[in-house]
């Protein structure tokens, strides 16, 4: 009877395959380094089968893997990737070459630093907003203590050694006095210097090696709060302001991932309180609150929209509606700026009129709002909702039609979604002759399975679909419009008709060859395949992986020569990521051989593979793990 093998004997299993599978190539190849390099030292084993060990990256990490249960290592570290990172790569082949080396692991104790490093949930050397309240029962009885026994005179000189050794616990005493005393200018000064020091240097983040910084605005926010509470929240509104513009430039500077931006935006809910409770009349309050919001280009402002759509009194909103109706008739194109800026721009601030108009209870002002504005920024499809959502249909196809005229040759994603507006007011009309005829043009333009599926979907229900489906094929074939064939069974549109393009050519090989795949005929993807390599057209738009996927069983040769051409074309590269790739399809090819029963002609294959490859070191540890061959060598 076979031994039982435990966790740590799991490790002797893996392939290299298993590890891309587990942390994905890029860390898998970062790991080998790290472990080539020696930066992984004193590694144990724990009692459960875990490894732990010390890893040297950006700074010193305590990293732990352990085998999961799908048969793939897991692994957590105290690095800012925390799980299946390259540390844990690199502790795992660590393991395996001491292993293969016969030298010995230890068990770890169970007081070792590194556990209890892995136990605490927070990893980071700078403190986090709340540590303030991680104050334990015990330390507060300490800290009365020692205070308590203390004079006055005495406890003057603690806070100021203190506050010398600690600058933010200065400046937080001198803003109490200054908020103690009715000093708020002196406040209010300190805090916008303070925003300008911190908007100096944009966040950025190195994520790969774990390095970087994210400004703190989390004293802003505190200082902010606390000012709102002592009852100022016109200056915490005049700070607001300064915030808004200085965090969107140093947002707009920054490469991250958006730390400095959340960072900014979590001192907005502070601001909106300070704009509800301030002395601005409350149209002005929205006007504000617009302002700020139409300023930010990177939703650094939502707690702002989030307060415009709160209720508010109707005559503040038609107050703002009027106001904007006249920044909106006085609105001039910048210089220098393109006509989609522009568009963009004032169809922003329209929006915003139409929100204002709709909670004023002015909605008879809206549609011609729109009319007028579509004329000006080709803002079509707003209207035509506008006009369906209050079913005058037989203007919205006015203005489709007339939209479509308007923008097709500027703007054809406009046109496009226009026709999409008609062939919605048709399917709701349940004309499906007509949104057939709809399709078939769309499919014409844009010739793809999707488009090929809804034709066969509206055309069914036209009863067409055998006429439509031989008239769009033909189409693919030869380039004649489907709807100048003699017995087209559809009505015309009324749309613009597409023609075709200047530069399409002949049959569509790639078309057919994506519809075929999508009715599943292998010998017709055949065909259109063996077609685009006879007449020399490339194999540009046809994913010939998915092409040998679609005949693996009608035809498993032709397969498995696809996917081994495809493969030698990549190992023809000489690079580990191309290697990588190619492996995908080595092993594709390999399963249709195995149940051809074809195994030893792989084989050999294979075998002559790495004699022809042999010094590529790389690729001959990526072709082990074809095979499932693990990464340890077995002693005989």
Request: proline share 4%; with cysteine.
């Amino acid at each position: 009877m076979p031994k039982k093998k435990n966790q740590l004997d799991r490790f002797a299993d893996l392939t290299w395959y298993d590890f891309e599978e587990w942390a994905g190539s890029k860390i898998v190849s970062r790991g080998k380094n790290y472990q080539r390099q020696r930066r992984v030292s004193d590694l144990a084993a724990t009692d459960d089968g875990s490894l732990v060990a010390w890893v040297d990256g950006t700074k010193r990490y305590a990293t732990r893997v352990v085998m999961g249960d799908d048969g793939l290592p897991e692994s957590i570290c105290t690095c800012p990737f925390e799980f299946d990172c390259k540390h844990g790569v690199a502790v795992a082949i660590e393991y395996l070459k001491r292993v293969e080396n016969s030298k010995r692991v230890p068990r770890v104790k169970l007081d070792d630093d590194r556990l209890k490093l892995l136990e605490d949930e927070d990893w980071d050397d700078e403190p986090d907003d709340d540590d303030e309240y991680a104050l334990t029962e015990d330390m507060q009885k300490d800290i009365d203590g020692f205070l308590k026994g203390k004079t006055k005179a005495q406890l003057i000189d603690l806070i100021h050694e203190i506050a010398r050794q600690h600058p933010k616990i200065a400046q937080d005493i001198v803003d109490r006095r200054h908020l103690s005393v009715g000093n708020t200018k002196a406040l209010v000064k300190n805090l916008r210097q303070e925003i300008r020091d911190i908007a100096e240097e944009p966040g950025w983040q190195n994520y790969w090696q774990g390095e970087g910084y994210t400004p703190d605005y989390s004293g802003i926010r505190k200082k902010l709060a606390a000012l709102l509470a002592a009852g100022h929240p016109d200056e915490v509104l005049a700070v607001g302001r300064e915030l808004v513009t200085t965090g969107t430039q140093q947002v707009e500077m920054s490469d991250d991932e958006g730390e400095t931006l959340r960072e900014i935006a979590d001192c907005m809910p502070v601001i909106v309180a300070a704009l509800d409770r301030s002395s601005l009349e409350h149209a002005n309050k929205l006007i504000w609150a617009l302002d700020a919001l139409l300023e930010d280009q990177y939703e650094l402002c939502e707690a702002f929209a989030e307060y415009l759509h709160r209720k508010h009194p109707a005559p503040a909103w038609s107050s703002l509606a009027d106001q904007l109706l006249s920044r909106l008739k006085a609105l001039k194109p910048a210089r220098g700026t393109d006509e989609f800026s522009r568009n963009y721009k004032r169809d922003r601030l329209s929006d915003w009129v139409i929100h204002a108009l709709e909670q004023a209870g002015r909605k008879d002002e809206i549609i011609p709002l729109c009319e007028f504005e579509a004329k000006r920024t080709g803002s079509y499809l707003r209207l035509v909702d506008r006009l369906i959502a209050s079913r005058r249909y037989q203007d919205a196809e006015r203005w489709i039609l007339t939209g479509i005229q308007n923008t097709r040759g500027k703007w054809s994603g406009i046109a496009s979604r226009l026709r999409d507006k008609l062939m919605e007011i048709r399917i709701n009309e349940k004309s499906w002759p007509a949104v057939a005829a709809i399709q078939a043009e769309e499919f014409v333009r844009y010739p793809s399975r999707k488009a090929f599926s809804d034709c066969k979907k509206s055309s069914g229900k036209a009863k067409a679909w055998s006429l439509v489906r031989e008239s769009l094929l033909n189409y693919l074939e030869k380039g004649e419009l489907p709807w100048k064939l003699k017995g087209w069974p559809l009505p015309a549109s009324g749309l613009d008709k597409p023609e075709p393009g200047r530069w399409d050519r002949y049959p569509m090989a790639d078309k057919l060859i994506g519809i075929a795949i999508l009715e599943k005929k292998p010998d017709q993807v055949l065909h259109w395949y063996d077609q685009i390599l006879r007449k020399g057209f490339g194999l540009y738009g046809v994913n010939d992986d998915e092409v040998a996927v679609a005949v693996q069983s009608h035809a498993p040769d032709r397969a498995v020569d696809i996917w081994k051409n495809k493969a030698e074309r990549l190992i023809a590269q000489v690079k580990p990521k191309a290697y990588r790739e190619a492996a995908k399809y080595l092993r594709k090819a390999g399963l249709v051989m195995e149940r051809q029963k074809k195994s030893k002609q792989w084989d050999q294959y294979l075998q002559d593979l790495r004699q022809q490859h042999a010094r590529k070191i790389r690729l001959m540890e990526i072709l082990d793990g074809l095979k499932g061959k693990p990464i340890l060598k077995k002693r005989g």
